[in-house]
Each structure stands twice: as structure tokens, then as C-alpha cells.
């Protein structure tokens, strides 16, 4: 006996689990939620040569995935062996592994279903009968005669019914359905030599046929968005490169892009995989051209040897290693700023909805270099030889703390805050315009502990002169004037209101746009948005009043949230910010503008209705505060 936590108990030795354990562990790694099986599905049908994929899917998933095709089919005697782990006709020996051809090849997808569901396996090969086998949690019945064509087809039932405590955890069958479209159209990007057809709860969502043209593929997924995209081209000294990797696919200009990654797919050698180990280069090759916070929309294929590529890294096969990663990175990255070289596009600037590079206090930090990588790569190029974790999403906050304020004499040389960023003083650039400071609604906030303040002038048409209390202020009238703004368009929930429009505006949506609608449509309902599906599509007929023009391009960058339960709820407040400071900068009075004394005191007026009056919304100061003992102290009045 030996004592634990205060209580006695017999001790634990060592033993072999049973076989239904080890499956029961082996399905947590391999079948996470119901569009994992509907990927490991897809693979074994690709892999089987198929040129038509049919998926039916019901409530999410859970209570059904169907997956059909017309590939080669497997032979009747080796329906039972097919059911079992590590049994597969994709590798013989371990050689194999250095060298991986197909999609899948570790032999557990069906088994690993199988212990988690009701399965149901049919298949025909050309010549021979067409036969089944059923697997009920583990057990395996008897090989049965089928009825079918050449081909095979998977019938998963009850997903995770015999494991209340893993579906608990599981999403809404909504937020399922759109992250199997994902899964679909990943596919179909990456083998548009195969036909895909997607049912989800009797409703067609995707269908696409076979075609030779990558393009082709691209235009039926995408829809008119793929006719924004540009062709990627590499640079004609890349073709007498060493190595044998080559990049192709497409990409947006610097003017169309989305709050998140989701709209990356990077494709190697056919297989789909997460797209965070190229984001660092992808985002280089753009240079200056793309915001921090923003992400483009691409299609990435990279084609190299199968012995240049370790497959065999997580029981997903979502990552890779990559033999030659800073070489592989390095053409990334210049065939991205080649293909860019000839578009004449600059940035998102004001009019958009962009996470500013000013909201963003966190420097992004690179991976660090791997001791294989040669000492002319850059720091990032180690990224993709290890299985690397996405890149984490910007976080962007509005800074709220007080600022230190430098008082005469010995004023400091150095800033007191960081340079504006090349994105906001393109926003700047933008700003003022007709304001009307008399137009404005007066704060009606608690009183800080500011004095009243009365202004005495301009100084360069930028700095008001104010006297309040014993202190001589000089306040940048825009800085003041935009956070000024920001706190008043960002609490205002009148402004957040949904407004119909007078002609609903119509929406180009992709498929796994459609979805993320379908799921998050009550809670985009909530925020102020209210969407249709009319004949001819989707339509926005509502949206917050404050939005105006932008409510279109701050729509699509919330549908990115909605694909996980209370996302919209959560992050709503979060672009509220984004909108908020970017409309606050806009409107915000002008540097070199003259202002009234009745303007300069409304401005007053309200510095001191705002809970930090110290700091813009860029993190800057407001005002330089000299004391009047500081002032005496300078010119000698008192010792």
C-alpha cells in the first residue's frame, strides 16, 4: 500500500490496454469533429483515383456523413482488414515514408471512425462483387453482398454517440457545416481533376465538375472574386534556381484583403495544409503594401520531390517539414513581390475598415533559426522545417493609459510616444475635411478632474494655448479632437442600431462565406446586420447606422468570426474599436486649421467629459502641461 494525497490505495502496476482503449486514444488524435472524418474521407476517395466525389452530410455531421465516389473500389476479401489499424495499401514498408505519394497512409482514418460511430463500408471493384462490412463502436460484423457501382462509399452514423463526454465539446451542427465547406473547398482547389459535390441537410452547397484548368476550378469556388485575384509569377531567374520546388497560384492585390488568414490556402504537392508557416514570407513579399492586421487572399501551390517533404508530423497531416525551408520561403517571397512589381495598387487607406498598424503595441516576432538553415537565410526562413503553429492573430487594443507629461524646463528631446505609422499617416493624410465641431453632439460623461480651462490661441495653426488652473496647456487640437470622437462614436449605441436601406445591397459569397452566414446569422442579427437570400443571392437589407458605406466591408471581416460559436458577440466589440478609430481620425479637425474661440472651447468643454484626455487613439499625447512653478522657476521668479 502506498499513500497518495492523504488517502491509501492498492498500487497501480503496469499493463497492456485492450484494443478497444487503444482505439478509443487513437480516434481523440485522428477524428476530432465531424469535418476531420468528412477530410479523411475525401483523401481515401482522392487516393483511390476517383474522378467524383459525392458528400452528404446531416445536422453537422453527427447524425450522418455519407462519402461517395467512383474510384477504384476495394477487393471483397479485404473489406475486414481494411477496418483494422495500421492496415493500408498506400506504404509496404517504412522506406515508404521518406517518400509519400498519396494523401493518406497511416492505415487508422476508418478504423479510428469506426470506434467513435456506426460505419458502413461498400465498395466494388471493376470485375469483381460488390460486398460490406459494418462497424458498430469498435466491433466488426460480417462481410455482407452490396449493391453498388464501381467505387466505394463511407456511412458514418451517431458520430461521438458513444462518447457523450467528446461531443459535449463539440460545435452547433451550423458551425459544423461550415468548417466541412471548408474542408471541400480546400479539396477542390487542390485536385480540381475531381468532381465535388457537397448536401448538407438536403441543400446543395457545393458542386463543381472535373476540369484540366486549375483557373476553372478557381472561378467555380471563388465565384467573381476569383477575377480579382493575379496569377503568380516567379521571377525568370528563379527558373535556373537551384532546386526543383516551384511556386504557382494566385493572389490579391494590396487593396483587397480580410481581418484573418482564412482566406489562405496553401496546397503542397496536392495536400492542403495550414497556411501559418508561409504567412511571414507571404507577408514580406507584399512589403510595405499590406497593413499590419491585414492578410490577402491567396491560393498557394507549391509542387517539389515527395522526398523533399515529411508528411508523417501530426496525426491530422495538416503540417509538414520541408527539407529546403529557407529556400522554399525565399522563392515564396519573390515570386509574391514579382508578381505585385506591375500592379499599380496602393493599399487600403481610409475608406476601408483596416486594424491600423497604430492599434497594434506588439512587435511580431520571428522564429528562431534553426542551426541547418545557412547563414544567409533570413531569420524566418527555418519556419517551415519544423511543424510550426499558425501565426497568432494580431492583437490590437486602443491604448487607454495615461501618458507621462513632459513639463519645462529640461523638456525632453526624445518623443514622448512613438511615430505615427506609415498606415496612419496615410489615414491623417485624410482626415478633417468639412468638420463642423458646432454639429457635433455634446458629451454628456461624468466631469474629470480637469479645471475649467480657458483657451488663449493657436500656436501654427496646431496647438491650442489653454489656461487651466495653475497650468499653461499646449493640446494638438486633431489629437484631442479624434479621441474626442472615438469615445463618442464608440459608446454611442444609437449609432450601432440596425438600419434598413432603402435597396438591400447585394453580396458575392462563396460557398464557405454562404456558410458562415447560415451560421451566425441570428448572432450577426444582434450587432445590427439583418441578411436575405432572395433569388439572385444573398442581400444585405440592414446594417448599423454609423457604418454607412463601410457596413459592406465590415460585414465580410465579421463573417470571418462566425464560424465559432459566440464569436460575433465576442469580437463585435473589438471592431467597434477598428471602426471607431478610424472614423475618429477621419473627422477629426485638421493640423493647420484655424479654430474659433468658440470651437477651441467646445473642444475644452468636452476634454473634460472623457475618461483619459492625456491620449489620442493612437497611443500619443494630447497636450504638453507646464506648470506655473516650473515656469517661474525658468525665468528666475522664484529659488
Not at 477542390?188 to 476550378?217: M, N, S, Y
Not at 516576432?365 to 510550426?388: D, H, I
Request: with cysteine.
Amino acid at each position: 500500500m502506498t499513500a497518495s494525497g492523504g488517502m491509501w490505495m492498492a498500487e497501480r502496476r503496469i499493463q497492456q490496454l485492450d484494443d478497444l482503449t487503444i482505439g478509443h486514444i487513437a480516434a481523440g488524435e485522428v477524428v476530432e469533429r465531424p469535418a476531420q472524418v468528412v477530410k479523411e474521407l475525401l483523401e481515401n476517395s482522392i487516393d483511390a483515383g476517383a474522378r467524383s466525389i459525392d458528400v452528404v452530410v446531416e445536422r453537422g455531421g453527427f447524425d450522418m456523413i455519407r462519402v461517395s465516389d467512383d474510384g477504384r473500389g476495394i477487393h471483397p476479401d479485404d473489406l475486414v482488414l481494411a477496418m483494422d489499424r495500421h492496415a493500408t495499401s498506400k506504404l509496404s514498408r517504412r522506406e515508404d515514408l521518406s517518400a509519400i505519394h498519396t494523401m493518406g497512409f497511416r492505415g487508422e482514418a476508418l478504423a479510428s471512425i469506426g470506434v467513435v460511430s456506426e460505419l458502413t463500408l461498400q465498395s466494388r471493384q471493376e470485375g469483381k462483387e460488390a460486398a460490406e462490412i459494418h462497424m458498430r463502436h469498435g466491433l466488426k460484423g460480417e462481410v455482407q453482398p452490396s449493391g453498388r457501382g464501381r467505387g466505394t462509399t463511407v456511412s458514418v452514423a451517431g458520430l461521438f454517440g458513444n462518447v457523450p463526454a467528446r461531443l459535449a465539446f463539440q460545435r452547433r451542427p451550423q458551425t459544423e457545416h461550415a468548417r466541412i465547406v471548408d474542408v471541400v473547398v480546400a479539396h477542390a482547389l487542390a485536385h480540381p481533376e475531381v468532381g465535388f459535390r457537397l448536401e448538407l441537410d438536403g441543400r446543395v452547397a457545393i458542386d463543381v465538375p472535373e476540369t484540366e484548368d486549375p483557373e476553372d476550378r478557381l472561378h467555380d469556388i471563388l465565384g467573381q472574386k476569383a477575377g480579382d485575384l493575379l496569377p503568380m509569377r516567379a521571377p525568370a531567374e528563379d527558373e535556373n534556381a537551384p532546386g526543383d520546388e516551384r511556386w504557382s497560384g494566385w493572389i490579391s492585390a494590396p487593396d483587397i484583403t480580410r481581418g484573418k488568414a482564412d482566406d489562405v490556402h496553401v496546397l503542397v504537392n496536392g495536400r492542403p495544409i495550414a497556411s501559418g508557416p508561409f504567412q511571414q514570407a507571404l507577408r514580406r513579399g507584399y512589403r510595405t503594401r499590406l497593413m499590419v492586421g491585414r492578410h490577402p487572399v491567396a491560393v498557394l501551390r507549391l509542387t517539389l520531390p515527395p522526398e523533399e517533404v515529411d508528411v508523417n508530423v501530426h496525426p491530422t497531416k495538416s503540417e509538414v517539414r520541408l527539407k529546403h525551408a529557407w529556400r522554399v520561403l525565399e522563392r515564396l517571397e519573390r515570386a509574391v513581390a514579382h508578381t505585385l512589381s506591375s500592379v499599380a495598387t496602393k493599399p487600403e487607406g481610409a475608406g476601408a475598415i483596416p486594424e491600423l498598424a497604430g492599434l497594434d503595441r506588439t512587435a511580431q516576432q520571428e522564429l528562431p533559426v534553426e542551426e541547418s538553415v545557412p547563414p544567409s537565410a533570413p531569420a524566418w526562413a527555418a519556419a517551415a522545417g519544423m511543424a510550426l503553429a499558425p501565426e497568432p492573430e494580431p492583437v490590437h487594443t486602443v491604448v487607454e493609459e495615461d501618458l507621462e507629461q513632459v513639463t519645462l524646463p529640461g523638456l525632453s528631446a526624445n518623443p514622448v510616444a512613438p511615430a505615427l505609422s506609415s498606415a496612419e499617416r496615410e489615414l491623417h493624410r485624410h482626415a478633417g475635411g468639412t468638420c463642423n465641431l458646432a454639429n457635433e453632439p455634446a458629451l454628456d460623461g461624468v466631469l474629470n478632474d480637469l479645471p475649467d480651462m480657458v483657451p488663449l490661441g493657436q500656436f501654427a495653426g496646431t496647438y491650442m494655448l489653454v489656461e487651466a488652473g495653475d497650468e499653461l496647456l499646449l493640446v494638438d487640437q486633431h489629437a484631442l479632437h479624434e479621441r474626442i470622437r472615438y469615445e463618442r462614436l464608440r459608446h454611442d449605441e444609437a449609432l450601432w442600431e440596425g438600419q434598413r436601406r432603402l435597396v438591400p445591397i447585394p453580396l458575392n459569397l462563396d460557398a464557405r462565406t454562404v456558410e458562415r452566414v447560415r451560421a451566425g446569422r441570428d448572432r450577426l442579427a444582434s450587432v445590427g446586420f439583418e441578411l436575405e437570400e432572395q433569388e439572385s443571392g444573398w442581400h444585405m437589407v440592414a446594417a448599423p447606422r454609423l457604418l454607412g458605406d463601410d457596413a459592406e466591408a465590415f460585414l465580410m471581416d465579421l463573417l470571418q468570426d462566425v464560424d465559432e460559436d459566440g464569436a460575433p458577440l465576442e469580437t463585435v466589440e473589438r471592431r467597434r474599436d477598428h471602426l471607431a478609430f478610424m472614423t475618429s481620425c477621419r473627422g477629426a479637425v485638421k493640423a493647420n486649421h484655424e479654430l474659433t474661440k468658440a470651437e477651441m472651447r467646445r473642444l475644452l468643454e468636452d476634454m473634460r467629459r472623457i475618461p483619459n484626455p492625456w491620449a489620442c487613439v493612437h497611443g500619443r499625447p494630447t497636450a504638453l502641461r507646464l506648470d506655473r512653478r516650473a515656469l517661474d522657476l525658468h525665468f528666475g521668479r522664484e529659488g
